[in-house]
Nanobody, 116 residues
């Protein structure tokens, strides 16, 4: 059974930084594609950043240059470093894992609140 456990959310002032972590178990992490999504109140869930098993990254235009996704296959963990945070980054952030067999898994979400 695949489990994803997120941590690192919280309240931060605009301009501050947070690092989200997502620890995975129950699958071959190194062969999985990983992503971070977010959902703000009243809005659809959107992709923030993704990283392939080969290490290729892509980002939403709204976070380019401010956020960085990385993975540590030895620790079965994916990270999202968020810098220069803005109030519009406020959302619940979800970790996503897609296995090599295209099964899709989600974490429980972690709240990020950026105050102005």
């Amino acid at each position: 059974q695949v489990q994803l456990v997120e941590s690192g959310g919280g309240l931060v002032q605009a301009g501050g930084s947070l690092r989200l972590s997502c620890a995975a178990s129950g699958t071959i992490f190194s062969l999985s594609a990983l992503g971070w999504y977010r959902q703000a109140p009243g809005k659809q869930r959107e992709l923030v950043a993704a990283i392939t098993r080969g290490g290729s990254r892509n980002y939403a235009d709204s976070v380019k240059g401010r956020f960085a996704i990385s993975r540590d296959n030895a620790k079965n963990t994916v990270y999202l470093q968020m810098n220069s945070l803005k109030p519009e980054d406020t959302a619940v952030y979800y970790c996503n894992l897609v296995t090599i067999t295209k099964n899709d898994y989600w974490g429980q979400g972690t709240q990020v609140t950026v105050s102005s």
